[in-house]
């Protein structure tokens, strides 16, 4: 009867357990919370893309205009723009990742900091397009090197960068033809007249790229180039690999890693990808002057424009073909706190289900009463050792917060032990079996 009688305190103090379990989810969600509010005020995770040679082009041409009977009553001179888009042959990657620590509040965010150096070649221009429309003429403008960040926020400095030996000056955005790429954001540099001679000698261009970046946790880097090849050593010990292609070397000690990737176009459908997107926004930008064309003031038609709009933003979605192939590396961190809080309110209901077997086989081997409400009383404080632990956890290392809470844990129960117990040695032997428990539950955490 006893036995059975202490199964509803079993069960009762399965709700302060659960609410544990919530108040973690909870403190989990605010550190996200933090963040993604660093990341809105600071940088996100950093995927690069380039460098991009692109190479502007007016097309231009006249089109007969013809009035209500169909008679040709005039020219009407057209134009549109097109663009020559040239990657790379080779990409050289060399990066240094230093991990940073930010702070929201208590939450503490992971950053790094790389700084690359980038090198290669782009090849010879195959030729300018050809015009598409009768009569078409193409007018060359300047071509620029650009390079696509998901971040601009994030680069610290001027970046630095020569194209065939002669030095760029970056400016913000990315030129048009390419805002398709993340958003828009990037960099880009109209190239020198040196470099124009050059290009327009038909000689390969050999480029250089010096750049500080800052970003939060995740870096991606598109591999363009025919061979890409990239290395990046940071003292961080525990990286996680990701993307589309793992490090073909990697050395990872207790002093940081150091990782290699090789890469080629036989293996990678990013560069057909990136064609892919910029395609489909240089149509979608078309399809959007047609709908306003179609909405002018007066037409009257701005519902059905509105459709084709929308219509033409799915088929512009559909033709992207889902995300660009990247490889990436993460500054992870394998002992996370509230993953690691989370855990033990797992095996809460085991460490209160033995502890209170305990206290029964004193009672029954003993001759001693206990009440239920007593053994309610225990239960309950070995649930404030998982709420202490949530709360010590948030200010000391993982390790100090669960022997400061174990230690009060078991320090309460000894007390309480040895009241109930009416003897100071059966309070120790209590004490210390529950100290056993946590010691074991720290060794399988």
Same mark, same amino acid.
């Given at each position: 009867?006893?036995?059975?009688?202490?199964?509803?305190?079993?069960?009762?103090?399965?709700?302060?357990?659960?609410?544990?379990?919530?108040?973690?989810?909870?403190?989990?969600?605010?550190?996200?919370?933090?963040?993604?509010?660093?990341?809105?005020?600071?940088?996100?995770?950093?995927?690069?893309?380039?460098?991009?040679?692109?190479?502007?082009?007016?097309?231009?041409?006249?089109?007969?205009?013809?009035?209500?009977?169909?008679?040709?009553?005039?020219?009407?001179?057209?134009?549109?723009?097109?663009?020559?888009?040239?990657?790379?042959?080779?990409?050289?990657?060399?990066?240094?990742?230093?991990?940073?620590?930010? *702070?929201?509040?208590?939450?503490?965010?992971?950053?790094?900091?790389?700084?690359?150096?980038?090198?290669?070649?782009?090849?010879?221009?195959?030729?300018?397009?050809?015009?598409?429309?009768?009569?078409?003429?193409?007018?060359?403008?300047?071509?620029?090197?650009?390079?696509?960040?998901?971040?601009?926020?994030?680069?610290?400095?001027?970046?630095?960068?020569?194209?065939?030996?002669?030095?760029?000056?970056?400016?913000?955005?990315?030129?048009?033809?390419?805002?398709?790429?993340?958003?828009?954001?990037?960099?880009?540099?109209?190239?020198?007249?040196?470099?124009?001679?050059?290009?327009?000698?038909?000689?390969?261009?050999?480029?250089?790229?010096?750049?500080?970046?800052?970003?939060?946790?995740?870096?991606?880097?598109?591999?363009?180039?025919?061979?890409?090849?990239?290395?990046?050593?940071?003292?961080?010990?525990?990286?996680?690999?990701?993307?589309?292609?793992?490090?073909?070397?990697?050395?990872?000690?207790?002093?940081?890693?150091?990782?290699?990737?090789?890469?080629?176009?036989?293996?990678?459908?990013?560069?057909?990808?990136?064609?892919?997107?910029?395609?489909?926004?240089?149509?979608?930008?078309?399809?959007?002057?047609?709908?306003?064309?179609?909405?002018?003031?007066?037409?009257?038609?701005?519902?059905?424009?509105?459709?084709?709009?929308?219509?033409?933003?799915?088929?512009?979605?559909?033709?992207?073909?889902?995300?660009?192939?990247?490889?990436?590396?993460?500054?992870?961190?394998?002992?996370?706190?509230?993953?690691?809080?989370?855990?033990?309110?797992?095996?809460?209901?085991?460490?209160?289900?033995?502890?209170?077997?305990?206290?029964?086989?004193?009672?029954?081997?003993?001759?001693?009463?206990?009440?239920?409400?007593?053994?309610?009383?225990?239960?309950?404080?070995?649930?404030?050792?998982?709420?202490?632990?949530?709360?010590?956890?948030?200010?000391?290392?993982?390790?100090?917060? *669960?022997?400061?809470?174990?230690?009060?844990?078991?320090?309460?129960?000894?007390?309480?032990?040895?009241?109930?117990?009416?003897?100071?040695?059966?309070?120790?032997?209590?004490?210390?079996?529950?100290?056993?428990? *946590?010691?074991?539950?720290?060794?399988?955490?």
């Amino acid at each position: 009867a006893k036995v059975a009688l202490l199964m509803l305190p079993m069960l009762l103090l399965c709700i302060p357990l659960g609410e544990s379990g919530t108040l973690v989810s909870e403190r989990r969600n605010s550190r996200d919370e933090a963040a993604q509010e660093l990341a809105a005020s600071h940088a996100g995770a950093q995927t690069l893309t380039g460098p991009l040679l692109l190479m502007p082009f007016t097309e231009r041409w006249t089109e007969a205009q013809r009035n209500s009977e169909g008679k040709v009553v005039g020219q009407v001179a057209m134009q549109k723009q097109r663009h020559l888009l040239l990657m790379p042959e080779q990409l050289r990657l060399e990066g240094e990742m230093a991990p940073e620590l930010r *702070y929201r509040g208590i939450f503490e965010v992971l950053f790094y900091k790389l700084d690359a150096k980038l090198g290669g070649r782009f090849p010879v221009p195959a030729g300018a397009p050809r015009p598409s429309e009768a009569g078409g003429q193409l007018v060359a403008g300047t071509p620029v090197l650009a390079v696509a960040l998901s971040d601009v926020r994030g680069i610290v400095g001027m970046p630095q960068a020569t194209l065939g030996g002669v030095a760029l000056k970056f400016q913000p955005g990315l030129p048009q033809g390419l805002q398709g790429l993340m958003g828009g954001q990037g960099i880009h540099a109209p190239l020198p007249p040196e470099a124009l001679q050059a290009l327009q000698a038909r000689q390969p261009l050999e480029f250089g790229l010096r750049l500080q970046l800052v970003g939060q946790n995740r870096l991606d880097i598109v591999p363009l180039a025919e061979d890409t090849q990239a290395r990046i050593r940071s003292p961080w010990p525990h990286p996680s690999f990701g993307g589309r292609f793992l490090a073909s070397e990697r050395t990872v000690t207790d002093q940081g890693f150091d990782a290699r990737w090789q890469v080629s176009s036989l293996t990678s459908d990013a560069r057909a990808q990136l064609l892919r997107h910029v395609r489909a926004e240089a149509q979608a930008a078309e399809d959007t002057q047609v709908a306003e064309a179609a909405c002018a003031p007066h037409s009257g038609d701005c519902t059905v424009a509105a459709q084709a709009r929308t219509a033409h933003i799915d088929a512009r979605n559909a033709a992207r073909g889902g995300p660009i192939d990247t490889f990436a590396v993460s500054l992870a961190q394998p002992v996370d706190v509230y993953f690691m809080r989370h855990r033990p309110a797992k095996y809460g209901a085991l460490i209160i289900g033995l502890v209170l077997m305990g206290c029964f086989m004193v009672e029954l081997f003993r001759q001693l009463r206990l009440h239920p409400i007593q053994y309610g009383l225990v239960g309950l404080s070995i649930a404030l050792f998982f709420l202490l632990l949530v709360a010590l956890s948030e200010k000391l290392s993982f390790w100090q917060a *669960y022997a400061l809470s174990a230690c009060a844990s078991v320090a309460l129960l000894m007390a309480y032990f040895s009241a109930v117990l009416h003897s100071v040695k059966r309070g120790l032997g209590l004490g210390g079996f529950v100290g056993v428990l *946590y010691a074991a539950l720290f060794r399988l955490l």
